[in-house]
C-alpha cells in the first residue's frame, strides 16, 4: 500500500496513516521494515528515485503541499518508529526479567523438591528404627515372621530337589537331614498356607511349638487306646509283661528298651496290628504324628513310621548319634516326640539311641509297636508334660557356637 501511495504521490492525512497501520497488524516492526525495504528498492530502480512529474490540475503551486506532507509523513513515521522500538526493548527487557524469575522460581522448586524426597527417603530409611523405638513387640514379631517366611521358602527349594531325587534314585538314597525335611515340608507347607495368604503370623519356632503342643494332647487318648485292647489278649503268652509296661506308664515311668524288644511280637496280631486298629485309635495316632490327613490314614501311618525308619538308618551310616550337633540333635528328638527345650545334650543323646535301638531292631510287622515308641518313650518325660501341663514352653533350636563352627 505505501509502493501505490508513493507511486501516486497521493497526499497521506491522517485516515490514510491509520489505514497503513491497520493493514500492518499494528506490528511496528513489520511497518519499518516495509519502509527500509522500499528506500532501498528505491535506491535500486532508477526509474523510482525521480518518478515521472503527473501533470496536476492545480499547477505547480500544488507540488509544495506534496513534499510538505511528504517531509511530515517521514519525520512523523520515524518518530513513531523510534518510540515503537523502544517499548519492543522495554518489552522484551520485561520478558527476560519474567524469564530470569520464572528459572529463579523453577530452580527454587526443584530444589525444595529435592530436599522434601531427601528428608523422605532418610525418614523412610529410619523408619525401622522408630518403629522398634515405638512399637518394640510388633517389630520383633515383623523380624521373626519375615525371618520365618525366608527359612520356609529355602525349605521349599531343597524339597523340592529332594523330591527329584527321590524319583531318580528312590527314598533310601537321601540323609538323615534330607529325610527329616521330605517328612515334614508336605505338613508344613499345608499348614502355612493360610498364614501366607493371611499374614496370621505365627512364626516358625512358635509355629513348631504350637504344632507339638497340638501332638501332645493326643498322647493320653492314645494309651488309653492301648490300655482298652489289653483284655482281648489275655491268653496271650506277653499278657503280663504288656500289663507290666502299661503299668508303668500309668505310674509316671518308661519301660527299657529290653522290656519293648520283648512284647514286640504282641504287635503282629490283632487287635494291636495296623490292620486292626479301630478309627478311633487309627485318629488319634494320625494326629499324634501329625501325619498326612487323607482318605488314607492308615496308608498315611505305614509311610510315617517308615520315613521315620529312614532316618534312623541315615543316622547310623553318619556315625551315630554322638556326630550329631546339638540343633540336628533337638530336631531329632522333636520330630520322635520329645520336647528338647533345655535339655543337656548327653541326654538328647541318650534318648535317641534307645529309640534308634527300637528302630533297627523291630520289623515291617511290627509297625504299630514302632509307631507308638513316643508313648512308650516320651509320655511321661517331664518336658513333655511342662508344655501340656505347666503352660508354654518356647523350642530352643538355636545352634550353639561350637555348632556354628561346624558348618
Known sequence: ????????????????????????????????????????????????????????????????????????????????????????????????????????????????????FTRYFDYVRGYDKLLEKNFPSAMKVYRVFFEGVKEFFADMKRYLKITRIVSFKGIKSLNRQELELYMKMPRDMFKMAPTLIFSALPMKLEFQHMEFHNRLTYYLPVFRCLQEKLRYIEKHPKHKQLSIILGQLGSGTHPTVEQLMDVKSIFTEPPYNLVSLNRKHIRMLVKMHQASRGI???????????????????????????????????????????????????????????????????????????????IFLAYNHPNNWRVVYGGDQAFDTTPSPEDEGKH
Request: hydrophobic share 35%; net charge positive.
Open 1 to 116: 500500500m505505501t509502493l501505490v501511495l508513493r507511486l501516486m504521490r497521493v497526499p497521506l492525512n491522517a485516515h490514510h496513516e491509520n489505514t497503513l497501520r491497520r493493514s500492518c497488524l499494528g506490528n511496528a516492526l513489520r511497518l519499518h521494515a516495509t519502509t527500509s525495504k522500499y528506500a532501498e528498492t528505491e535506491k535500486q530502480i532508477p526509474g523510482l528515485t525521480n518518478p515521472p512529474q503527473i501533470p496536476s490540475a492545480t499547477g505547480p503551486e500544488a507540488e509544495s503541499p506534496k513534499r510538505v506532507l511528504k517531509s511530515g509523513f517521514e519525520k512523523h513515521e520515524i518518530k513513531n518508529l523510534s518510540i515503537t522500538e523502544k517499548e519492543v526493548e522495554l518489552s522484551l527487557k520485561s520478558s527476560l526479567d519474567n524469564v530470569t524469575k520464572i528459572r529463579g522460581a523453577s530452580k527454587v522448586s526443584d530444589n525444595v523438591r529435592g530436599y522434601v
Open 296 to 374: 488314607f490314614k492308615r496308608h498315611s501311618l505305614y509311610e510315617h513310621a517308615f520315613l521315620l525308619h529312614y532316618m534312623d538308618q541315615a543316622i547310623c551310616r553318619e556315625g551315630d548319634v554322638h556326630n550329631m550337633n546339638e540343633k540336628a540333635l533337638r530336631n531329632a528328638c522333636l520330630i520322635r516326640g520329645l520336647n528338647p527345650s533345655n535339655l543337656p545334650k548327653e541326654e538328647m543323646i541318650s534318648w535317641l539311641r534307645d529309640w534308634i535301638k527300637v528302630s533297627t531292631t523291630v520289623k515291617e510287622d511290627h509297625l504299630t509297636m514302632f509307631l507308638h515308641l513316643p
